[in-house]
């Protein structure tokens, strides 16, 4: 098991956002979490990454372990250059008045190993050639669509093997949704482990090994990605019947 979150309960400020969810993410898998807004999907992740409040909230109660380990302590630089986890964020964050080629080059702050950071560089401008085309222009520049691709290219700069996206498919036309979603099983198939937070459950599940649903902080339905695209109560709340 890569990851398991165990009995965690967090909160912001005296508000408690999740109420002692559990599951697992295991090597070379793709899992999803879904369910409504507000349900605790994005604090899941925030809370996997360790991000301090008031970004993240703060962990009363439960676990977090990583190959059997506990990552509690851990600060979130460390779980990015030890770990090799990286998150892309809801709204992407990446810096506009940047140019892309910096964007990419400012996630490898932590890596010692040049030559692996070139060769994540000729796999993100294989992954996302737009990218390559526009390495010189600045981020704040590009389409909707383009800037999710540098997002999920400054998280594979890190040197990750384990990657978190945060509604990776806001925004974006389908044409480009589906691109995206063939590119993340296209990582996947090379061996990345996804931890994924979609909106668009039906896309997710089609995606994914498995999944999680959440609701008001709580797990309610688990199973296979095809499992839950046929349980009649996911598909009545979240998949449009």
């Known amino acids: 098991m890569l990851l398991s979150v165990k009995d965690l309960y967090v909160k912001y400020g005296n508000i408690e956002a ?13 899992v999803t979490l879904i369910g409504s807004n507000g349900a605790g999907k994005s604090t899941t992740l925030h809370s996997i990454m360790r991000l301090p409040p008031p970004e993240a909230p ?14 509690l302590g851990m600060a979130p630089h460390t779980v990015v250059s ?15 008045n940047l140019t892309v ?24 401008f294989e992954l996302f050639p737009r990218l390559a085309e526009r ?3 600045r981020s704040e520049s590009l389409s909707g669509g383009e800037q999710q691709m540098l997002a ?14 945060d509604e990776p498919s806001m925004g974006l036309a389908p ?21 994924l937070v979609e909106q668009n459950a039906r896309l997710a599940l089609q995606f994914a090994h498995r999944g999680y649903v959440i609701d008001t902080g709580e797990i309610v339905a688990e199973g296979t990605g095809l499992e839950l695209l046929d349980n009649p109560e996911v598909k ?3 998949l449009g019947g």
Request: charged share 25%.
């Open 135 to 137: 390495r010189r222009q």
């Open 58 to 71: 703060r962990v009363t109660s439960g676990d977090i372990a990583f190959r059997g380990e506990s990552i």
């Open 236 to 238: 009545k709340a979240y």
């Open 18 to 30: 999740l109420h002692g969810i559990s599951f697992h993410v295991d090597e070379g898998e793709i």
């Open 82 to 96: 030890t770990l090799h986890m990286a998150l892309v964020p809801e709204g992407r964050h990446i810096f506009g």
């Open 175 to 195: 044409l480009l949704m589906y691109d995206m979603f063939r590119t993340l099983k296209r990582l996947n198939q090379d061996g990345m482990t996804i931890l």
């Open 152 to 165: 999920v290219g400054r998280a594979l700069m890190s040197g990750c093997n384990f990657i978190l996206l």
């Open 101 to 124: 080629m910096e964007n990419l080059t400012l996630a490898t702050y932590a890596r010692k190993d040049a030559h692996g950071a070139q060769r994540d560089l000729e796999r993100v």
